[in-house]
Antibody, heavy 116, light 113 residues
Framework: EVQVVESGGGLVQPGGSLRLSCVAS????????MTWVRQAPGKGLEFVAN????????HYVGSVEGRFTISRDNAKKSVYLQMNNLRTDDTALYYC?????????WGQGTLVTVSS | DTVMIQSPDSLAVSLGERATINCKSS????????????LAWYQHKPGQPPKLLIY???TRESGVPDRFSGSGSGTDFTLTISSLQAEDAAVYYC?????????FGQGTRLEIK
């Protein structure tokens, strides 16, 4: 069974940092792009970042460029999202998804709250 | 960024009736070389992750009931639920995955009348 499980969310003050993790199972992790998508409270889905199979091709939404870094470790079947200089509008449920171009398997999400 | 506009924002449909949701992209998501539209639809229920329904604009994901269908090309797309069931109440999103960054529509809330 294809599964992705996120962790690492929590409460952080504005300007702080947080590192999200996503561990995959049930598929050939090294053969897929991986993606982070977020949903702010009461809002819709927003693409955050994605990364190709060997980490050589990465894309970000403009609002996180220069603050967030996506990376992966194929040996650990994991993808990460390092979030620095967090802002209150980064508050959201962050989903990890397998990226087959479209997003065909999603985790339950990890909640990030940025507040003083 | 490519803007995806869905219409309507919300709709209420009776059980057994047809529901139609539209999605318009600010740029074409059709690629002539492979004859594909890079457009997906997702269903999102509270407390659950989004679920892929349709990809390549009209290909139904495995396990998705055949009452769900996708159509359209270029910049204009439609998700149709042919005979609404109670469990179809959800928010539906379109998603273009041709142009980086990926973008989603704002969502359409579907309620049972």
């Amino acid at each position: 069974e294809v599964q992705v499980v996120e962790s690492g969310g929590g409460l952080v003050q504005p300007g702080g940092s947080l590192r999200l993790s996503c561990v995959a199972s049930g598929f050939d992790f090294s053969g897929y792009w991986m993606t982070w998508v977020r949903q702010a409270p009461g809002k819709g889905l927003e693409f955050v970042a994605n990364i190709n199979q060997d980490g050589s091709d990465i894309h970000y939404v403009g609002s996180v460029e220069g603050r967030f870094t996506i990376s992966r470790d194929n040996a650990k079947k994991s993808v990460y999202l390092q979030m620095n200089n967090l802002r209150t509008d980064d508050t959201a449920l962050y989903y990890c998804a397998r990226d087959s171009a479209y997003f065909d398997s999603w985790g339950q999400g990890t909640l990030v709250t940025v507040s003083s | 960024d490519t803007v995806m506009i869905q219409s309507p924002d919300s709709l209420a449909v009776s059980l057994g009736e047809r529901a139609t949701i539209n999605c318009k992209s600010s740029q074409s998501v059709f690629v002539h070389s492979n004859n594909r539209n890079y457009l997906a639809w997702y269903q999102h229920k509270p407390g659950q992750p989004p679920k892929l329904l349709i990809y390549w604009a009209s290909t139904r994901e495995s396990g998705v009931p055949d009452r769900f269908s996708g159509s359209g090309s270029g910049t204009d797309f439609t998700l149709t639920i042919s005979s609404l069931q109670a469990e179809d109440a959800a928010v539906y999103y379109c998603h273009q995955y041709l142009i980086v960054p990926h973008t989603f529509g704002q969502g359409t809330r579907l309620e049972i009348k």
